[in-house]
């Protein structure tokens, strides 16, 4: 079985030694009390229930998978996620970031984020259940109406019930403007609620009394395409106005997907029929209201990868220092063994480092912008919180994309450290590969995350938000541009820097004159953003470990992450110069192909 | 269900406008009235044995796997997998390129090749079986003494029985060194062998009369390591002086492997208990004789991942051109449809071209190296023979790691293509990832495969073979430098080539200090050469449709070669740059990383 230990030293590190929360906290209200050791103290904890709790359960759910009673449409998890989700309960982890006027513990996001990637890397699969929920809770949150808040978000925040995003429906994914599923007024207010979704994950169980879906729909005469389309809350069972729970709503789930992985979590084809529901929101303005909740999955998904990631590397270090395999080229290193461990061999350490800088890079970039949610949600001042959401609304496409295409990256490196026995399912890590594999596509595909980014955050508004993000990066810049020992990690981040703002005016002006230009370099224009902020997250976490090495402090971890540091720099950080280079070749050797593509 | 229609078009422009295998026949006496009516002809019969009997049991066999009886040690294969290896069969398709003398068609290696890639494509899992036997007729064929050819080859030609290769042993895998399966002489001439082989591909089945198993052992006083090894032939069932089946052999399946992917494939553990079995080749030399086998089946392993990059290919093709989704950011392009098809978007169609430049490029590759074995069997020229036999050498790990590494791209960008439905496994999609990445793996492992081009083939000899390659892509570039309409397939080609050469010069200086060197760049040193390599055939296959249409040819198909080859150059080749950005990075960044990788 796949062992996994939290990463809570790496965590420390980047919470307290690189991003100072306890620092940005003071700035915070609501959170001004909570100390480096409170936080400390949770992360062990939760790490506890990961590992011991979930872990066991990953390959569980793999095996056994969801399966849907056809008669009474009732869906049972895997041997053991029940009982699990109810002791993610009575821990009171649901609430732990949630608004204490509903019952949350109101702890800061950075730290649920922290928490959530070691549920991540335990099982994805589970974790999804909760991870949805949490989601709901913050469209409702923000969205709901107080009487939704007061009916739905204790039971929420209490994980009682659980919660659903149902968009998806079998001719449209991506182009939510073609959705067809209708909600028809009725004269006490609510809404009556017909059609049908799918791949809607953690949609049907039996892990909690009710599951609260937010379903998107049409009302009737809404405009056609996406200006057309509300969201309304659709609850399992209806809920009497005391709040119990009342009779069989109109939803239920009519198939269970069979997927390439996360199989402990309910893929489910929701049919609603009649189904009654309120509104959230305004009419006819459902997206809006369902981005919230998209935008905190997309960071979720992320996290998901990351978690993913730290995993499979775990646990490829553990072989490759166990398994015996051959002589290193330089000569013998175990003279008491019948062959060498094949940690000795430079391109199992390139694949190691590889999965480790990785999940390092994402894990200071998502706490990163985990802090900048915190800021934007409880900082006192408005221009702060004003700048926290631009800038964490141009990483979140970076978040999802660029650490869910690492993610398979590194998981299927991991993979390969284990030769054949990686192909072999007992081994665990072709399981990480399969799991991950989803991250590149759900909460909108990797290209969707890329058009994002460079037609709307960046393009969208004149390179504004990125100048704020390239000011960030050349702070650093400016302030180790003179440390000798810092040059081999600002030299190329300065340079990339200065190359950046010049691809992207670039692009700018090309997109201009054929918008195809957008969609034909964004993917490629994501990944060298996303080498970009690691590159600077690199630079800051050599920065901190220089100065701790300085200041005497001898503790290997220090080392251990300048070299890895140099890693990044030396052996991933160059894929940007081919990045540019093909997304610099334009849309007409892309759109230019009907006889190729014929 | 999955869709595939054999690439016979494209495979005739390689073998007849490309390669022009009917004058390079001409001077291999067997195969000198092999025309290009007759190549044509039995491929289209192949294809149609492919995609009629074959793709239909992909999924079943994916969905069935393979199961065992362990009472009698008996393995049942997927529903209709012994029916079609019976028609496979029955239809002589066993004996095509197999020697007349032993009941073979003796056709060239070449058109077996191109036949293997249709089989690939329809049911790789399937397609191990016969496989693995070939590379058993093989590997007896060249070493075998003149009884065990008499008593094996016709069945082997026939298909009445298959073989295996049995190597892997718990605790090796890579390093064959360490292997401890026993072979004792007996006074009859024969040997008693006994110890456990795990991951015995197509190991044990219910598909022939008798199962061939090669086997790797060690003789009683063998010296210790790879010197030591002895190649043994060990049958299900022991063979009677005349041919018959005698009684079963002390060889059986003691387990199955659950795997990623190849489910139709039994992967077997091998129990071998005092069988009998007889010396291949000469004692302690097995290795040398194992490895005809492997060479084979490393361009096989390539095969099969031209055989999924192609099938991905097709069936995202058709999704695209089918789905309909959003409109283009260039202008609505279906009036009358609700949404345009998504073959609109630039990046899809990136997508879709990687997977159709790597499927082109790599079945250009691997036929040249199918008709370098030709001539190195069949020509009269001993010279031409000798080189042909180095320039396969050096291109096989190549063959087998660039086309694998480059299939799990294709197939995993096909699978984007189709959003959720990609992870679903009703669509086939993903099974096409899973499938292929075992190529990456098996038959030494990427790794060992680029250590293999880089130690051995390149830095082995002084780069001497690869001055040859050089050669011939020097006189294209020679032939062509002077045509515009050339240079933007030319310049880059000739650009890589000059790189390579002070790259590969470089690299050895280093590797001559630090062995190290070549561990820690051997595995990007192998992708640029696969470039520079799909570079040549790309320009040769750019350079033949130029001349087509300057010859006033209006087939759509040569426009569809140009774009494609644009496409190449313009958005696969470029990583070249990164990836010798990376790889002169050096040993010291990955080996001095203890404590990174505490």
Redesign the interface.
């Given at each position: 079985m796949p062992i996994y230990t939290p990463p809570l030293r790496d965590m420390q590190f980047v919470l307290h030694e690189v991003l100072e929360v306890g620092r940005e906290f003071q700035a915070l209200p609501r959170h001004a009390e909570v100390d480096a050791d409170t936080v400390n103290a949770i992360l062990e904890e939760g790490g506890k229930f990961a590992s011991e709790v979930l872990l066991p359960l990953n390959q569980v759910g793999d095996e056994q998978g969801c399966t849907l009673d056809r008669e009474t449409h009732e869906v049972r998890t895997p041997a053991g996620f029940k009982e699990a989700f109810a002791k993610y309960v009575e821990g009171g982890w649901p609430a732990l970031s949630c608004d204490p006027e509903f019952g949350g513990q109101g702890l800061p996001i950075v730290v649920n984020q922290a928490f959530y990637e070691m549920l991540n890397s335990a099982n994805q699969a589970w974790t999804m259940y909760p991870g949805l929920s949490h989601g709901a809770y913050e469209a409702l949150h923000e969205h709901g109406t107080e009487d939704q808040k007061r009916l739905y978000l204790p039971k929420l925040t209490s994980g009682e019930w659980t919660g659903t995003m149902c968009l998806?429906e079998p001719?449209?994914?991506?182009?939510l403007?073609?959705l067809r599923t209708k909600a028809e007024p009725q004269p006490d207010g609510t809404y009556r609620i017909t059609g049908q979704k799918?791949?809607i994950s953690a949609g049907e169980h039996d892990m909690a009394a009710n599951i609260v879906h937010l379903v998107l729909a049409r009302l009737p005469d809404a405009p056609q395409g996406s200006k057309g389309i509300s969201l309304f809350i659709v609850p399992k069972y209806t809920i009497n106005a005391d709040g119990s729970l009342g009779a069989r709503n109109g939803v239920h789930c009519g198939g269970l997907?069979?997927?390439?992985?996360i199989h402990g979590n309910a893929t489910a084809q929701i049919v609603l029929e009649n189904a009654v529901g309120t509104l959230v929101g305004k009419p006819n303005k459902g997206l809006q209201a369902m981005f919230v909740m998209m935008n905190a999955a997309r960071i979720g998904v992320g996290m998901q990868s990351l978690g993913q990631t730290e995993v499979a590397y775990q646990n490829a270090?553990a072989y490759?220092k166990d398994r015996?395999?051959?002589r290193?080229?330089?000569g013998i290193k175990a003279k008491d063994k019948?062959?060498d461990p094949i940690?000795v061999?430079?391109?199992?350490?390139?694949m190691?480092?590889t999965a480790?800088a990785y999940a390092e890079g994402g894990r200071a970039l998502s706490l990163f912008c985990a802090l900048l949610i915190d800021r934007e949600l409880q900082h006192t001042d408005e221009k702060v919180r004003k700048d926290s959401a631009e800038l964490v609304a141009l990483l979140t496409p970076i978040v999802k994309a660029f650490l869910t295409d690492n993610g398979?990256i590194a998981t299927?490196a991991c993979?390969?450290v284990f030769?054949?026995h990686?192909?072999?399912?007992?081994w665990g890590m072709?399981q990480f590969?399969?799991d991950n594999?989803?991250n590149?596509?759900?909460e909108g595909?990797?290209?969707i995350q890329?058009?994002d980014l460079l037609?709307r955050k960046v393009l969208g508004n004149n390179g504004a938000t990125l100048k704020k993000l390239g000011k960030m990066i050349g702070q650093l810049v400016e302030q180790e541009g003179v440390n000798e020992q810092m040059a081999e990690f600002i030299n190329p981040l300065a340079a990339l820097g200065d190359q950046m703002t010049k691809f992207t005016t670039e692009l700018g002006f090309r997109a201009f004159q054929?918008?195809?230009e957008?969609?034909?370099a964004?993917?490629d224009y994501l990944r060298v953003a996303g080498h970009l902020v690691f590159g600077y997250f690199w630079a800051r976490m050599a920065q901190v470990a220089l100065r701790r090495i300085e200041a005497g402090d001898t503790d290997?971890?220090y080392?251990?992450?300048l070299?890895?540091a140099?890693?990044y720099f030396?052996?991933?950080f160059?894929?940007?110069?081919?990045?540019m280079?093909?997304a610099r070749?334009g849309?007409k050797?892309?759109?230019?192909?009907d006889?190729?593509?014929?």
């Open positions: 998806t001719h449209c994914g991506t182009d403007g073609l799918i791949f997907e069979h997927k390439m992985g270090l490759a015996l395999q051959s290193s080229l330089s019948p062959a940690i061999h430079p391109d199992v350490r390139r190691l480092l480790k398979h299927n993979m390969q030769g054949g990686g192909y072999v399912r007992e072709e590969v399969r594999r989803i590149m596509i759900y595909t990797n290209t890329s058009l037609g054929n918008a195809d957008v969609g034909a964004a993917v290997p971890f080392q251990g992450k070299q890895t140099r890693f030396a052996r991933l160059p894929e940007t110069a081919s990045l280079r093909s070749s849309a050797v892309l759109v230019d192909t006889q190729a593509l014929a």
